[in-house]
């Protein structure tokens, strides 16, 4: 049966036609956003959307879409079909950060990318500074956006425009700009889309730090792109149990151990 299946979407897999780079760039009246869906979990009939350009900002947002991606396509065909997703938001976001951080990759610039050789080495010290800022500047806004959910919701008839820059201000650093008190926060989409979700963004990121130390101690530190190892290591240690574990027991199951935020310290503070 599970032969049979498995040869079944394979099949439907190859029969259809390589897709079109073109109709994920930038156009008027397309959605400015990116995201992966699902559309049938038997058949992997799984689709990325994207308006996108020609840069590195953008190739990150198609790595970490492809990210979601992989991971539904390769959850196991016989799960029961309730059970036949991701163990959690936050660790489908952990493969999308996993995946999205390696535009600053070096040996993934080299070998997937290729650029040239002296070109990375030359940019190596200046990748891991702006990675580091990166992480840095992107977590104390997550929390903004964490902060200012779970007062909305405790008390949404407060001022709510001045709580926004409020927490800006204090997380990020931020002075507003002078006299404007205005409902800047609504103009984040995950509020309306995807409510109650970014905290699972700064979680993504803890695991995906996590993953990266025991894939890397697990295959000896290198070439670990490039190694068919660490393909096996995330399909069958993260993607195939579906949710039949919860996310501690998914990361566990992977990493030999549960969530411990000293991996993401090391990669970004040292």
Known sequence: ?????????????????????????????????????????ESKDVRVLANIRNDERWTATMLHEFGH??????????????????????TTEAIAMLFGRLTRNPDWLKR????????????????AARQRLGMLIFVRWALVMVRFERQLYRDPEQ?????????????QRITPPEGRWA?????????AT????????????????????????RLDGSGTLTKPETGDLLVQGVFRPGRTVSWEENLVGATGEGLNPEHFVKEFVG
């Open 183 to 191: 409902p800047d926060w609504a103009a984040k989409i995950h509020l």
């Open 69 to 90: 991606a992989v991971y539904d396509k390769y959850q196991d065909i016989e799960m029961p079909w309730l059970l036949m997703q991701p163990a959690h938001e936050a």
């Open 1 to 41: 049966m599970t032969v049979t299946r498995e040869r079944r979407v394979g099949k439907e897999l190859r029969s259809r036609e390589p897709p079109d780079p073109s109709k994920h760039e930038e156009r008027a009246g397309k959605s400015q956003h990116a995201f992966c869906l699902c559309v049938d979990r």
């Open 112 to 127: 997937v990318a290729r650029v040239e050789d002296e070109v990375v080495e030359a940019l190596r010290e200046r990748l």
């Open 194 to 217: 995807a409510p109650v979700y970014y905290h699972n963004y700064l979680l993504g990121e803890l695991i995906a730090s996590q993953l990266q130390h025991h894939i890397t101690a």
């Open 159 to 171: 001022d709510l425009d001045r709580l926004w820059w409020e927490l800006v201000q204090r997380i």
